[in-house]
T-cell receptor, first 114, second 115 residues
């Protein structure tokens, strides 16, 4: 049963703490992405990775960090430098071999910083 | 600077009628467009896509139209069903030569289909 999993579904952290969100895919996709959604807004790109051991900043990378040590995994760390970390975080993946390249999303993690 | 715009935050239609969701874009380098459906607290679900070399793509009740000269695309749902009630996001991809293949999303349109 292939897909993208994100854990946990809900996450609470105290202000000033770093927190890592998990994203795993078993679709054998090369590319993975992290987006953030705030109320009433579209999805904004945080980081993306087109291949293992390589990643690029998106539009709102400040205060976030990622790693891509394995093809299946793309964890996102929300650091204490992120000024407004409370949001809904979505991970996606795609084949990324040119042409029609649909991204498929995980169920999301809602992070609340208290 | 919003490169993908969905100017209608909400839309309400009667069951059985047509739903038309609109999306405008400004970046002429976009080469692939997608529509996603999203329920609260869930990830977006892919609905339908269209390449910039086409002007129409149809999949069952869903049809996407692309007008490149106007930089406009629309999603038609016929007939609309109560289960279609959700937020619909328009997304576009185009790297402008940078190699970036991530999507740029609109802000979404909440569709409500009344029984």
């Amino acid at each position: 049963d292939g897909g993208i999993t994100q854990s946990p579904k809900y996450l609470f952290r105290k202000e000033g703490q770093n927190v890592t969100l998990s994203c795993e895919q078993n679709l054998n996709h090369d590319a993975m992405y992290w987006y953030r959604q705030d109320p009433g807004q579209g999805l904004r790109l945080i980081y993306y990775s087109q291949i293992v051991n390589d990643f690029q900043k998106g539009d709102i990378a400040e205060g976030y960090s990622v790693s891509r040590e394995k093809k299946e995994s793309f964890p996102l760390t929300v650091t204490s430098a992120q000024k407004n970390p409370t949001a809904f975080y979505l991970c996606a993946s795609s084949i990324d071999r040119g042409g029609s390249d649909t991204q498929y999303f995980g169920p999301g993690t809602r992070l609340t910083v208290l | 600077d919003q490169q993908v715009k969905q100017n209608s935050p909400s839309l309400s239609v009667q069951e059985g009628r047509i739903s038309i969701l609109n999306c405008d874009y400004t970046n002429s380098m976009f080469d692939y467009f997608l529509w996603y459906k999203k329920y609260p607290a869930e990830g977006p679900t892919f609905l339908i896509s269209i390449s910039s070399i086409k002007d129409k793509n149809e999949d069952g009740r869903f049809t996407v139209f692309l007008n490149k000269s106007a930089k406009h695309l629309s999603l038609h749902i016929v007939p609309s069903q109560p289960g279609d009630s959700a937020v619909y996001f328009c997304a576009a991809r185009g790297d402008g030569g940078t190699g970036r293949r991530a999507l740029t999303f609109g802000s979404g349109t909440r569709l409500q289909v009344q029984p």
